[in-house]
């Protein structure tokens, strides 16, 4: 085990392993910071496990935000569509 998650074989390994159907559904922005973050974890997206990466989807209302935080040992790469 990696990460709390058993490791595939690699001659077991499949494209579903790096595909997510999640994150074409808008997530509710009816809060009070008007955003919704959907992340995807490596219990999603076997994939993932070990990369030291992982994905998120971030919608935003008029207005919305997104509250400041950390990512101690991390990054952020945003891409903004609309």
């Given amino acids: ?3 709390g998650l058993e490791c595939k074989d690699p001659k077991q ?3 579903d392993d790096f595909f997510f159907s999640g994150l074409q559904k808008p997530g509710n922005t009816s809060n009070p ?3 919704k973050v959907t992340p995807v974890f490596a219990t999603q997206l076997p994939g993932l496990n070990t990369l030291g990466i992982s994905i ?3 919608d935003y209302a008029p ?3 997104n509250p400041p935080h950390t990512h101690p040992r991390a990054t952020e790469i945003l891409t903004v569509l609309e």
Avoid: Y
């Fill in 33 to 35: 910071f008007g955003s």
């Fill in 56 to 58: 998120v989807r971030i």
């Fill in 63 to 65: 207005w919305g935000i």
């Fill in 1 to 3: 085990k990696v990460n």
């Fill in 13 to 15: 390994v499949t494209a």
